[in-house]
Structure formats: structure tokens, C-alpha cells
């Protein structure tokens, strides 16, 4: 061991002569630790908060679709369609979405909507249905060979829709089939008339406005033709993503006017979002850590004046400023790792039981019980070098001083 790590180490432990050395040193440590491990649990309880999201986002949009580079409707063609299951050689299924914004009624209650017309296979297969309010977590689009047609849940409390009532929900659109003025402003309206199946439940955007019908009420809603789309969404059975050569391999078999887009790509404001939010608790955080740390300059300066006989012994003995200007930085460093441990086991150890058992539940009635934690080891390596390097510069610039004062003394 070198001499200047065992003295450090030496000063760390030993009791001083004034007691109030030990307490600034105590609490310069303490304060490290809270900082720590309230850093670790804060970004974990973000990352859960962030894996519902990005479920619910999975659930709504598919992990690739094909949409136009311009973002109008497209003729989706069923050779398109053949092409793009046989690349998937079995392991997924396409969908066709066709979406648009309608004006829609129920009873005396009238709303914007988005209106999401939605295909057999969709129907049947999409995630969606598992925040439905039907019995069996279904998407009812078809009940008897009737059309049905599912509400997002704010849209439906807004408007006063209850899948239990009779009353149908009306959509309208201007029509583009209408060329005569004569009829009036109704002959330029169309229309359809459909009945409430269930409720969905997915994220605030989502149930503010939504409507999920089937694809052709929709395309005769809105005079569209026959395998006009919006949107090709593609799914894989087991729910994973597409490899970057699987996307190219997509991107392959479209013309010019076509691109894919990623779950990322599609909600890209809503992930930079995320990220900017975990961003900017960080900064807070280490902040708010960066300034208990500086409680290490007062143990320092008071460590220094009460080691003067000690420096001028070791100065005595040969010891160069640096020398000396180093075990006072490492002991400085030092108190701060023995704080940044001790947070890194509390924060862990909090977020890892509060991730498997639940122990802080949610306040309110939320459809969590207890706040969501994902402990992951970028966050605890970040909060390591992070707060590590914070107590080895606010260290180091204390000592610079201090060698300063001594080589002053010597002269």
C-alpha cells in the first residue's frame, strides 16, 4: 500500500481531537448516500413508469408499418400483402388500418373523434383487445354479423357512452360524393350509425378520442376505395421486434412512395419526452448531491489545521507538496465513496425489493397497486462514475488551497 493511501486511510478512521471534524465528515457522507440511493430509486421508478408506456405504445402501435412517405392514404394491394407475409416466413401476420379524424354523436352529445378502421386480422389478433371491457378481453368489431365499434374510455365518459345502452354512436364526414348545393349542407355530410361494444383503456391520448371500428364501415364513412389504408401494420406472434435486416428486407419490397416506421420512429415525441424527464431528474439529483459534497471543503480545511504538526513532520521527512496534497484528496474522495457505497446498497437493495414485492402502493385508485420499479445496472454504473468523479474533482479542488497554505508555510 502506498504511504499516502495508508495515512489517508489512517486520518479517514482515527479520531480527531475536535469533534465537529467527525460530524461535517459524517455528514458529508450521510448526505452522499441519500443522494445515492435516492438517485438509483428515482431513475428505476422512472423506468417503470416508462415500461408502461412503451407497453401500452406496443399495444396500440406495431413494432413496423409501411406508411407513405407523405403521409396520405395508400392502396394497399393484395400482392403487397402476400409479399410482405412470405418475408415474415410465418412468424407474423399484416394488418391494414385505415385512420382518419370524424365528427361523431350520441344522443345530445357531440365530439371530435379518430376514427381507426381495422381489419379481420386485426380484430383477431391484435394486442389491443386485452384492454377491452368485454368479458372475454376481445376486440368485438362484428356481433352477429352486425358492426360494432369500440370507444376509448375518455371519449366514452365525455360523451356519456355506455356499451349497455341501446343508443348508437353516429360518425360523420363530409362526403366527396356530393356535387349537388341544392341538396344542402346534410346532403354533404355522411354518415353511419354504429353500435357500442366495450370500452378501451389504453393511455390518456389514446382514450381521449378514439374510435375502433371495422375498416370497411369506415371506407364507406369515408368514400375511400377498396384496399385504401393508412397505414400496414406488422406484428410478429411472439411480439418481439424486427431486426434491422428483417426491416430491410420489408424495405425491399416497396415502391418509391412507401417507408417503414418503427414503434420509435412513430411516437418520437413521446420518447424523447421520457427521456428528457429521466434527464432532468438526474441533473436535479446530482445537483442537489454536488452541494452536500462540498461539505468536504469544512472537513479539509479543519482536518489541515489540525494535522499541521503531522505535514510538518512528513515534510521533515521528504515529502513533497504533492505528497502531502494527495493524502488529503484521497481521504476527501474517500469519504464521498464511503457514502456513494453505502447509497448504492440502500438504493438497490430499496428498488430491487420494492420491483419484486410491491411495498410502496400507488395512492388512489389507480389501476397500479403499487409504484412500478425497474432497477437496471446503466443507471446504477451512471450513478457509480457519476457521483464518484463528483467527489474526487470537489476533492481535489479543497486540497488545492490547503497545498498552497503549506507550501507558503514552508518558506
Same mark, same amino acid.
Given at each position: 500500500?502506498?504511504?499516502?493511501?495508508?495515512?489517508? +486511510?489512517?486520518?479517514?478512521?482515527?479520531?480527531?481531537?475536535?469533534? #465537529?471534524?467527525?460530524?461535517?465528515?459524517?455528514?458529508?457522507?450521510?448526505?452522499?448516500?441519500?443522494?445515492?440511493?435516492?438517485?438509483?430509486?428515482?431513475?428505476?421508478?422512472?423506468?417503470?413508469? =416508462?415500461?408502461?408506456?412503451?407497453?401500452?405504445?406496443?399495444?396500440?402501435?406495431?413494432?413496423?408499418?409501411?406508411?407513405?412517405?407523405?403521409?396520405?392514404?395508400?392502396?394497399?394491394?393484395?400482392? +403487397?400483402?402476400?409479399? &410482405?407475409?412470405?418475408?415474415?416466413?410465418?412468424?407474423?401476420?399484416?394488418?391494414?388500418?385505415?385512420?382518419?379524424? #370524424?365528427?361523431?354523436?350520441?344522443?345530445?352529445?357531440? /365530439?371530435?373523434?379518430?376514427?381507426?378502421?381495422?381489419? /379481420?386480422?386485426?380484430?383477431?389478433?391484435?394486442?389491443?383487445?386485452?384492454?377491452?371491457? $368485454?368479458?372475454?378481453?376481445?376486440?368485438?368489431?362484428?356481433?352477429?354479423?352486425?358492426?360494432?365499434?369500440?370507444?376509448?374510455?375518455?371519449?366514452?365518459?365525455?360523451?356519456?357512452?355506455?356499451?349497455?345502452?341501446?343508443?348508437? *354512436?353516429?360518425?360523420? %364526414?363530409? $362526403?366527396?360524393? /356530393?356535387?349537388?348545393? &341544392?341538396?344542402?349542407?346534410?346532403?354533404?355530410?355522411?354518415?353511419?350509425? *354504429?353500435?357500442?361494444?366495450?370500452?378501451?383503456?389504453?393511455?390518456?391520448?389514446?382514450?381521449?378520442?378514439?374510435?375502433?371500428?371495422?375498416?370497411?364501415?369506415?371506407?364507406?364513412?369515408?368514400?375511400?376505395?377498396?384496399?385504401?389504408?393508412?397505414? *400496414?401494420?406488422?406484428?410478429?406472434?411472439?411480439?418481439?421486434?424486427?431486426?434491422? !435486416?428483417?426491416?430491410?428486407?420489408?424495405?425491399?419490397?416497396?415502391?418509391? $412512395?412507401? !417507408?417503414?416506421?418503427?414503434? !420509435?420512429?412513430?411516437?418520437?415525441?413521446?420518447?424523447?419526452?421520457?427521456?428528457?424527464?429521466?434527464? $432532468?431528474?438526474?441533473?436535479?439529483?446530482?445537483?442537489?448531491?454536488?452541494?452536500?459534497?462540498?461539505?468536504? %471543503?469544512?472537513?479539509?480545511?479543519?482536518?489541515?489545521?489540525?494535522?499541521?504538526?503531522?505535514? !510538518?513532520?512528513?515534510?521533515?521527512?521528504?515529502?513533497?507538496?504533492?505528497?502531502?496534497? /494527495?493524502?488529503?484528496?484521497?481521504?476527501?474522495?474517500?469519504?464521498?465513496?464511503?457514502? *456513494?457505497?453505502?447509497?448504492? #446498497?440502500?438504493?438497490?437493495?430499496?428498488?430491487?425489493?420494492?420491483?419484486?414485492?410491491?411495498?410502496?402502493?400507488?395512492?388512489?385508485?389507480?389501476?397500479?397497486?403499487?409504484?412500478?420499479?425497474?432497477?437496471?445496472?446503466? =443507471?446504477?454504473?451512471?450513478?457509480?462514475?457519476?457521483?464518484?468523479?463528483?467527489?474526487?474533482?470537489?476533492?481535489?479542488?479543497?486540497?488545492?488551497?490547503?497545498?498552497?497554505?503549506?507550501?507558503?508555510?514552508?518558506?
Amino acid at each position: 500500500m502506498k504511504v499516502n493511501l495508508f495515512i489517508a +486511510l489512517r486520518y479517514l478512521f482515527a479520531k480527531k481531537s475536535h469533534n #465537529v471534524i467527525n460530524v461535517i465528515s459524517a455528514i458529508s457522507a450521510a448526505g452522499i448516500a441519500i443522494g445515492t440511493a435516492a438517485l438509483i430509486l428515482i431513475l428505476s421508478v422512472c423506468n417503470g413508469f =416508462d415500461s408502461i408506456i412503451e407497453a401500452n405504445l406496443s399495444d396500440t402501435d406495431a413494432p413496423l408499418s409501411v406508411v407513405s412517405r407523405d403521409g396520405s392514404r395508400f392502396t394497399s394491394s393484395p400482392s +403487397l400483402l402476400e409479399a &410482405l407475409e412470405e418475408t415474415m416466413e410465418g412468424r407474423g401476420y399484416v394488418c391494414g388500418v385505415l385512420q382518419e379524424n #370524424v365528427f361523431a354523436s350520441y344522443a345530445d352529445a357531440q /365530439s371530435l373523434a379518430v376514427a381507426i378502421g381495422v381489419d /379481420s386480422t386485426y380484430e383477431a389478433l391484435s394486442p389491443l383487445g386485452k384492454h377491452s371491457s $368485454s368479458p372475454d378481453g376481445a376486440l368485438i368489431l362484428h356481433d352477429g354479423g352486425l358492426p360494432k365499434c369500440c370507444v376509448g374510455s375518455g371519449l366514452a365518459r365525455s360523451m356519456g357512452i355506455n356499451p349497455r345502452f341501446l343508443e348508437k *354512436l353516429k360518425l360523420h %364526414f363530409p $362526403s366527396s360524393k /356530393s356535387t349537388v348545393p &341544392l341538396a344542402g349542407a346534410a346532403g354533404m355530410i355522411s354518415g353511419t350509425k *354504429l353500435g357500442v361494444s366495450s370500452i378501451i383503456s389504453v393511455s390518456a391520448a389514446f382514450d381521449a378520442s378514439s374510435v375502433v371500428l371495422p375498416i370497411r364501415e369506415l371506407r364507406n364513412l369515408l368514400g375511400a376505395e377498396e384496399g385504401s389504408v393508412t397505414r *400496414l401494420e406488422l406484428r410478429k406472434y411472439d411480439g418481439s421486434d424486427f431486426t434491422n !435486416k428483417e426491416r430491410k428486407a420489408i424495405e425491399a419490397l416497396l415502391d418509391g $412512395s412507401l !417507408k417503414t416506421l418503427d414503434r !420509435k420512429e412513430a411516437n418520437s415525441s413521446v420518447y424523447t419526452m421520457m427521456k428528457m424527464e429521466k434527464f $432532468s431528474i438526474y441533473l436535479i439529483i446530482i445537483f442537489a448531491v454536488s452541494i452536500i459534497a462540498f461539505n468536504i %471543503f469544512g472537513t479539509l480545511s479543519m482536518l489541515h489545521v489540525e494535522k499541521g504538526e503531522d505535514i !510538518k513532520m512528513l515534510s521533515a521527512f521528504g515529502a513533497t507538496d504533492r505528497t502531502i496534497r /494527495s493524502i488529503f484528496t484521497l481521504e476527501g474522495w474517500m469519504i464521498s465513496l464511503l457514502g *456513494l457505497c453505502v447509497g448504492l #446498497v440502500a438504493g438497490c437493495t430499496l428498488a430491487a425489493l420494492q420491483q419484486h414485492f410491491g411495498l410502496v402502493k400507488m395512492p388512489g385508485n389507480f389501476l397500479l397497486e403499487a409504484y412500478p420499479v425497474i432497477l437496471q445496472w446503466q =443507471d446504477v454504473l451512471l450513478s457509480l462514475l457519476t457521483i464518484g468523479l463528483i467527489g474526487l474533482l470537489i476533492a481535489t479542488l479543497s486540497t488545492r488551497g490547503l497545498s498552497q497554505e503549506n507550501s507558503s508555510g514552508k518558506r
